[in-house]
């Protein structure tokens, strides 16, 4: 079973706190989950692998320790998870970008794809999906299966905010997923939202509401 992950760094909290704010302003808001998923980033990549390596110091040659060729690739569920990009982009800057597009029935809550594109490479690297928000669980689901047929394998979820329900469905459709989150909430009330939260992610990142 994938390990759930749950951040209790004081530095994410207090940005989490802010981004639930109803009056952070839309650049403040996309800053912020800039800088969370930046925070993140150290935690999920944690068993990323490493070389000997043996190089020249101003005073000597020595032997460090780098990174073992495994490369990254982040892959946003479309639209809200392209704001944590740039923070993973931050840190890992030579990753490859992929995207799954999809969106929720307002009625079934029930996530329909639109567009999906991956690295050619995606089976060979480690994939970080991104979505701020893990509410019923059908999305990252979704997403993590059209990775998975396109070859993906070592996968890793990230969100900002998630619900008990969306952590179980999750768990119970990719036990291999290591889940990464913020921060846990109560539930999801009766439109699928989840309570406290911060409202809609996608719309507060790109001030379309």
């Not at 207090?14 to 650049?27: E, G, L, P, Y």
């Not at 944690?46 to 390596?53: A, C, E, G, N, S």
């Not at 969306?166 to 439109?191: F, M, S």
């Amino acid at each position: 079973m994938g390990k759930i992950y749950v951040f209790d760094h004081p530095l994410i909290q207090h940005k989490v706190a802010q981004i639930r704010d109803k009056n952070t302003n839309t650049k403040d808001f996309r800053q912020l989950v800039k800088e969370i998923a930046m925070l993140m980033t150290y935690e999920s990549t944690r068993d990323l692998k490493l070389k000997d390596v043996t190089i020249e110091t101003p005073i000597c040659e020595t032997t460090v320790k780098m990174l073992g060729g495994e490369d990254v690739a982040i892959v946003p569920i479309l639209r809200a998870g392209l704001g944590m990009v740039d923070g993973v982009l931050e840190i890992i800057p030579n990753a490859k970008v992929g995207h799954v597009g999809l969106y929720r029935d307002p009625e079934t809550h029930e996530p329909v794809e639109y567009y999906c594109k991956m690295p050619e490479d995606i089976d060979k690297r480690k994939i970080l999906v991104t979505d701020p928000m893990l509410a019923t669980g059908g999305s990252a689901v979704a997403a993590i299966d059209f990775v998975k047929a396109r070859g993906g394998k070592d996968i890793v979820f990230m969100c900002l905010i998630a619900a008990p329900e969306g952590i179980k469905v999750l768990q119970e459709a990719h036990p291999d997923v290591d889940i990464y989150i913020a921060a846990t909430d109560r539930c999801l009330n009766e439109n699928a939202y989840i309570v406290p939260g911060l409202g809609d992610a996608g719309d507060r990142i790109f001030g379309t509401k």
